[in-house]
């Protein structure tokens, strides 16, 4: 077993799968104009076997000890939720902490079984608290299912759960304090992230409200205290002095933590990413190199190779709006 280490000394430990680009929200930030999946098909997803094998390779092979199912929605790919049970016994024998990414909508009716397979952590996207701008967001009128998602996780005796927030000028930013006394009132993680840029989203730097604004809404009420536990924790997390809950800042565009970086992707259509935002013309496809035979020790050189080309940091918000095939609902967020 050796570290997977890259040319600037990162060690990385932490592999999130996009399990399908499918999803049953249509969020403008995400899916692309035209409002259509990127549809990858059944036959150049991952099988269930093939993740499986992905987690096998860099747990043994480069001691990764954290993986995370995102999407799309992961909860919509059919046979996801049984395949669990596998992931379950694979946790079992290999000794590492799963997550799971999900938009909350089926997450009440699964909830019983995804705890029962052993998931250590979940994270809901919510971005607004205001039932009308839900379906502007999603184009989807679900929000009592993904409130209660949240309250039925937290009745589960769930701890380690998490609300991402997607923040964004003249849609959600008036909500930043309503978000923080929903962490207080729930006693739950808040995250506050920056609006990012994709080749197929709306961004544009007239939407975008940085994480400097954010943290200065919230102090005008409430004290932050830095919290430092995690040290590789992408978030600048705090704790709200006197009070419960945790708010946490995802400053991916004015503030980035490459430095800290100690994660790599799968797609969904099995390309593997050394960045969220990276270009798939350097991508190396973990279903040709199975489909094509190549044994798991000379796929983990592959990887090596590729880790040594990850960049310093990722390019500014201009150049990634011009990269051709970088879709957040593919690459899983």
Known sequence: MVNLIDRFGRIHNYLRISVTDNCNFRCFYCNPNSAKDCNTGKDSLLS???????INLFSSHFGFNKFRFTGGEPLVRKGFIDYLSDIQKLKNKLNFKVGLTTNGYLLSYYLPKIIDAGIDYINISLDTLDRIKFKQITKIDVFDNVLNSIYNTLDYGFDNLK????????IND??????????ITKNINIRFIEYMPFSDNDWNKEDFFSYFDMKSIIETKYKLIADNTNNNSVAKDFILSGYNGKISFISSISEHFCNSCN???????GDFRTCLFSDDKKSLNFKYLFKNGFDDND????????INDKWEKHPDEISLKKLKSNNMFMIGG
Do not use: P, Q, T, W
């Not at 796929?299 to 590729?306: P, Q, S």
């Open 263 to 269: 994660r790599v992707r799968i797609a969904s259509n």
């Open 174 to 183: 008036d909500e930043i304090l309503d978000f923080v006394h929903f962490a």
């Open 48 to 54: 269930f076997e093939e993740i499986s094998r992905v």
């Open 163 to 170: 609300i991402n927030v997607v923040v964004m000028k003249g």
């Open 299 to 306: 796929i983990a050189l592959k990887v090596i190779e590729m």
